[in-house]
């Protein structure tokens, strides 16, 4: 199981054992959700850049030459509108970024550490983004609504250039097994590249001018199976639809409740990433301090039992992070690869206080 799957298989367990209103099984995944927080690098796993020989050999992601962009959110060239791309603005989102233009619109990918991705797909219960300078990323968790394809969730990255988009990928890729076969896949008039196993598939293709796409999904991902065996129609008929429901004609808000009244000096906001469900969310941030590396801040942490105080203040403190509660509000600092102290860790948790809803908690 890669970092990828642990609310979604904790949601699909609750499901096996019977029927459960969405909304129980909603609270139940993020009641989880918050406690796998310390293990998901939201920002600093797509943003890696890992070279993966064995799974990609000697060919690159993108065709080459790049392919022509098509315009992405439109239906394929067979379909009619569905009431999926209707529905979506019925469905709860975060409030649009004011002052932001979408990617439809010249818009730059990550701007602001805003949101310039989202779905026409109704069925997903769960969104989780990140955005950052030049990529963004979106996880679908689509609980009961299986796709006829055999998904039941599906991810999304997109970056400003190929190469980040290569990097990006490639540490998506390593955690997915076996060798897969590669082809050709059309998304619309863009030229595409498909792989596949019997156990998930990937798309890689040019959305829009300096706009770079890469999606995945993981088959039998679902309770039960509803697709046992996956052949290659399956495989292309699973990544098409996944393309043609993203939307990028609109800018979402990433931000989060609270601020830091201490970092060290020159530390920077970097990204943000957004747990969404139903009608709120919760929001990690990323911060870069001098000379590399970055530390995360959220503002939902583990269920919180204190083994020690810093500075009169009871805080729960492990080796991958540290957590305290604010006027009822749990928040928890995880250091990354940031190097900070323990010292500097706990000034810094002691140190958030709520707020407002910003972009930039330092301010």
């Known amino acids: 199981m890669s970092d990828m799957d642990p609310v979604f298989s904790i949601a699909l367990r609750e499901r096996a054992d019977g029927d459960v ?39 690159t992601l993108l065709p080459n030459g790049h392919g022509t962009p098509v315009p992405i959110g439109s239906a394929p060239p067979s379909a009619a509108p569905s009431q999926a791309e209707s529905a979506v603005a019925e469905k709860p989102r975060p409030p649009v970024a004011a002052g932001l233009e979408p990617l439809t619109s010249g818009g730059t990918v990550g701007e602001g550490r805003q949101i310039h991705l989202d779905t026409t797909d109704p069925a997903p219960f769960l969104l989780e983004w990140s955005s950052g300078a030049g990529l963004e990323s979106m996880r679908a968790i689509r609980g009961g609504g299986i796709s006829e394809f055999g998904y039941s969730g ?38 595409g590249s498909l792989r596949w196993t019997k156990d998930w598939a990937a798309l890689a293709w040019p959305a829009r001018p300096d706009v770079w796409a890469f999606a995945w999904v993981k088959f039998h991902d679902s309770v039960p199976d509803p697709k046992p065996a996956i052949d290659a129609a399956d495989a292309r008929g ?27 000096a020159g530390t920077r906001t970097t990204g943000c990433a957004l747990w969404w469900g139903w009608t709120a969310g919760d929001a990690t941030m990323t911060f870069t301090v001098p000379g590399g590396g970055a530390f995360r801040v959220s503002d939902a942490g583990p269920d919180f039992q204190p083994n020690t105080t810093y500075n009169g203040r009871p805080v729960q403190d492990g080796a991958d992070g540290s957590s305290t509660v604010v006027d009822g509000k749990a928040f928890l ?31």
């Open 21 to 59: 209103r969405v909304e129980a099984l909603l609270d139940g995944a993020r009641r989880r959700g918050a406690r796998h927080r310390r293990n998901r690098r939201l920002m600093a796993g797509v943003g890696a850049a890992i070279a993966v020989v064995a799974v990609l050999g000697a060919t």
């Open 333 to 363: 600092v995880e250091p990354g690869d940031s190097a900070i102290t323990k010292d500097q860790r706990l000034r810094i948790l002691t140190g958030v206080r709520p707020g407002p809803a910003t972009d930039d908690p330092l301010r």
């Open 238 to 264: 699973a990544m098409l639809e996944v393309a043609h429901a993203i939307r990028y004609d609109r800018v979402l808000r990433c931000t989060a409740s609270f601020h830091l009244t201490w970092a060290p």
């Open 154 to 191: 599906y991810n999304v990255i997109v970056a400003s250039t190929p190469q980040k988009l290569e990097d990006a990928a490639a540490s998506q890729l390593a955690q997915l097994p076996g060798r897969p076969t590669l082809e050709p896949l059309h998304v619309g008039t863009a030229d």
